[in-house]
């Protein structure tokens, strides 16, 4: 990426700006390639949430993604460049194709602003391949033309614009200075309730919603445990997909605003392929994080609810801790994260003993774990290596994740894939796509699952997950 020495805050103009992207198109023409035009501005404090409520629009695709404990959030939306792939080789694939973009990057303004520059929006399926008719593809890469992000008190806005040799310049500069004009001065436009024609519900009770699910989970987890005592595998992630019917087209970014405030310390996100569907959640799982060449990551497995009360909730906590069941299930997890990561060369570092991580209707064991990243290793190469992890596939990988689907009885998607964006000084952040929900006009797809081990019990199993819709049913049936 080549960052220009120019400072167009200090002349901002439309004239002005169609000279600086005339200079843009002289390389393009140069060089017969188009160049990928970045302009980052440091504006007054937005919530990208709001303003990408305010503009949605469902036949644009959109990424957003927020951890309010640790006040950043991002949002993109429309495309000005995108790559979609599948196959064993996705991961390295996406890279290159990254790689390629930033050759012919022209990056302006606050670029070193945090979430300053051009932002790469990933999702990566739980499989290196997708069922005929999935929503979402097995990879898929975006610079959106337009984002917005708060870092704590900064919030930065950055227009992406493809200029090739023969581009409009006139029509070009219109759209970026309509969206500077737009940003140094937002106006939200108010809505209610997650209807999408912003209508309220007639009430919050579960009549607002039709509920249907198939398949038998609890002979799901017998076989799982059969499987398990044959030594075919020593733990496999199992999942239910709950389908929800409402009485109108549901928004999901309406959706998406309870489900941050209900889980503030989780991954709120929102995902749309621009032809109606959006994949939502709030996911409490970080994949990999990389900032300043240290990679974070964490191992997160066995459950417990949440108590009535501080001491039933500490005794719930204790308990946890002490479960054979799902210490065995953990300590599975930091395994073959570690291993995983001292494959690329890494040195992880952690605490023997998992502490106990709280959200709003469940506890899990919970172990970080941080290295060091050198610069020969790329963060896509980190994400490759440790997705899918026990925590949502199973052990070992290749012999657990081969009977998932046959088990379950549906195609997963991007459920307990891969989220996140990736910046370019080789920062970014992914997380897993859990406590989620693929929303479609009126219908919603709830999934929830559970790891098993040798010890699990079918209805107990089945306990878990019921807690864990429950989280995705009361932010539909409460927006």
Not at 126 to 133: C, I, P, S
Request: glycine content about 10%.
């Amino acid at each position: 990426m080549t960052i220009l020495p120019l400072d167009l805050a200090a002349n901002a103009t439309p004239e002005a700006l169609h000279a600086f992207l005339a200079q843009c198109q002289a390389v393009a023409v140069r060089t017969g390639r188009p160049q990928l035009v970045s302009i980052s501005l440091q504006v007054d404090a937005l919530d990208p949430l709001a303003v990408l409520e305010s503009i949605f629009e469902p036949d644009e695709p959109h990424f957003y993604t927020e951890r309010p404990d640790l006040e950043t959030a991002i949002a993109g939306a429309e495309v000005a460049v995108e790559f979609e792939t599948r196959g064993p080789d996705r991961f390295a694939a996406v890279q290159r194709w990254i790689d390629g973009v930033l050759e012919r990057t022209l990056a302006v303004g606050a670029v070193d602003a945090p979430f300053g520059g051009p932002h790469f929006f990933a999702s990566f399926a739980f499989g290196d391949e997708v069922e005929a008719g999935e929503p979402f593809p097995a990879a898929r890469v975006f610079v959106p033309r337009w984002q917005v992000a708060r870092a704590g008190a900064v919030t930065t806005a950055v227009a992406n614009l493809l200029v090739a040799p023969d581009a409009d310049l006139a029509a070009l500069a219109g759209r970026v200075w309509n969206a500077h004009e737009k940003f140094r001065g937002f106006e939200y436009v108010k809505g209610e309730g997650a209807l999408a024609d912003g209508t309220h519900r007639s009430n919050g009770t579960d009549e607002t919603y039709k509920s249907h699910e198939s398949g038998d989970y609890r002979a799901a987890v017998a076989r799982a445990l059969e499987r398990i005592a044959a030594g075919e595998f020593s733990k496999i992630v199992l999942a239910r997909a709950r389908d929800l019917a409402a009485g109108g087209p549901l928004h999901p970014l309406r959706l998406l605003n309870g489900l941050r405030q209900r889980f503030p310390s989780c991954y709120a996100f929102s995902l749309a392929n621009g032809r109606g569907q959006s994949f939502i959640g709030a996911s409490p799982e970080r994949l990999v994080r990389v900032s300043k060449g240290v990679l974070e990551t964490e191992a997160l497995a066995g459950s417990i609810r949440r108590g009535g009360g501080a001491s039933e909730d500490a005794a719930l906590a204790a308990e946890l801790r002490h479960s054979d069941k799902d210490l065995r299930e953990q300590q599975l997890v930091v395994e073959a994260i570690t291993n995983r990561l001292a494959q690329l060369g890494l040195k992880p570092e952690f605490s023997p003993q998992p502490g106990v991580r709280r959200l709003a209707n469940v506890q899990h064991l919970h172990t970080p774990v941080r290295a060091v990243l050198p610069a020969s290793v790329r963060l896509l190469e980190a994400v490759a290596a440790l997705h899918p992890t026990p925590a949502v596939g199973g052990t070992p990988q290749a012999a657990a994740v081969a009977h998932i689907r046959e088990l379950e009885g549906f195609p997963r998607g991007l459920y307990a894939g891969a989220l996140g964006w990736l910046n370019a000084r080789g920062g970014g952040e992914f997380f897993v796509g859990l406590r989620s929900a693929l929303v479609d006009g009126a219908r919603a797809r709830l999934y929830a699952g559970a790891g098993i081990v040798a010890g699990s019990v079918p209805e107990n199993e089945f306990a878990e997950t019921e807690l864990k819709f429950k989280a995705m049913e009361d932010a539909l049936l409460s927006a």
